[in-house]
């Protein structure tokens, strides 16, 4: 049975952090919120986590991972990333934003695109999010909570509840979350910005 953590959204309980982190170094998978959606989360050397990740959400082995950072001091150690560039990341960022990027050796190659060798990269401007990432020490590998056959992710920590009991480790329940998913921007070709997917990071300012 999943358990479930009903924690704070703005003033996140120390307690229930130290909680979720050790469920995260523990090789376990959990549901949490952001400031855009719900997701999935799990550590990023955690093979077994990952591979029931991959199940639950039926992801093909093209699918790029993302990154959740909670600043950009870890960039270096991630991503390749062009001064123009970590000046565009650096104004945009914490925000609704997933940055494709070249990864380093560090990033398992299990969680790049296996031909283009890229990574997502984002920092959430969640309270929940940044505790968590603080708590942790090292950035967490997510994706959506959009379960296969569904149009949008699921917002309802009851519904995400009746769903995913049994399937993942632990819900953080931060209330109701968001219906719409970040912006995907490419910074991978060197030719400036290119918009992947608009969401709810307005793309206005990028260019």
Known sequence: MTKVLHI??????PRLLREAVEVLRGGGLIAYPT???YALGCSIGEKSALERLIRLRRLDDKHEFTLLCADLSVLALYAKVENPDYRLLKAHTPGAYTWILRGTHEVPRRLMHPKKRTIGIRVPDHAICQALLAEHGEPIMTSTLLLPGDEYPLTDPVDIRNVLDGQVDMILDGGFGGLTETTVISL????????????AGPVESIF
């Open 8 to 13: 704070h959204p703005v003033s996140p309980q």
């Open 35 to 37: 400031d855009t959606t």
């Open 188 to 199: 991978v070709d060197g030719d400036g910005p290119e918009v992947v997917r608009q969401g």
